[in-house]
T-cell receptor, first 116, second 114 residues
């Protein structure tokens, strides 16, 4: 049963510290999405990759957030420095990007980040 | 520009009653529409999607949705609610062009009362 995995599942850190979240997409999927979910804003798209290349990161605060795909099996989302307002659940999702119908996105379990 | 409106952030039904979760969208291109469900402390999972063809789409767990172009709606229904249906439900529409990102609604929390 193929699944998207995310680590860590929970992270508590202090303001100003660096946070790195990792995602392993489903094998064979070539699109990866990073989302942030909060009560106030709902689900926000932060970044979107296809074939490891960033297609859209317009939702990401560029001064402190960065997203990369070092290889096809790993996506990372980094926050440096972290702030209180970054407290949220961060989801990674993967899918198959083809020229046909839109992909179904398969979500990981999320990383719950608390910035003290 | 694409947008999604989910009417009612909280819906409460009795077990066995009809579930109706409303979703309206706006789209400058023929839309592809999705419903996802999120159970507590979990990621989202696909319930069903409309791309082309039959406007009544059946999904998992007995849910279905009907695409109504004239009403720009994609409401989610289930004839008989089960306690296990209690969750957050999200409607989404694809963005225009080659960008496949989804535009998400704010979600509807469904409570099922015994």
């Amino acid at each position: 049963d193929a699944r998207v995995t995310q680590t860590p599942r929970h992270k508590v850190t202090e303001m100003g510290q660096e946070v790195t979240m990792r995602c392993q997409p489903i094998l064979g999927h070539n699109t990866v999405f990073w989302y942030r979910q909060t009560m106030m804003q709902g689900l926000e798209l932060l970044a979107y990759f296809r074939n490891r290349a960033p297609l859209d990161d317009s939702g990401m605060p560029k001064d402190r957030f960065s997203a990369e795909m070092p290889d096809a099996t790993l996506a990372t989302l980094k926050i440096q420095p972290s702030e209180h307002r970054d407290s949220a659940v961060y989801f990674c999702a993967s899918g198959r990007g083809t020229g046909g119908n839109p992909d179904t996105q398969y979500f990981g379990p999320g990383t719950r980040l608390t910035v003290l | 520009a694409q947008s999604v409106t989910q009417l009612g952030s909280h819906v409460s039904v009795s077990e066995g009653a009809l579930v109706l979760l409303r979703c309206n969208y706006s789209s400058s291109v023929p839309p592809y529409l999705f419903w996802y469900v999120q159970y507590p402390n979990q990621g989202l999972q696909l319930l069903l999607k409309y791309t082309t063809g039959a406007t009544l789409v059946k999904g998992i767990n007995g849910f279905e949705a009907e695409f109504k172009k004239s009403e720009t709606s994609f409401h989610l229904t289930k004839p008989s609610a089960h306690m296990s249906d209690a969750a957050e439900y999200f409607c989404a529409v694809t963005g225009a062009g080659n960008n496949r990102k989804l535009i998400w609604g704010l979600g509807t929390s469904l409570a099922v009362n015994p």
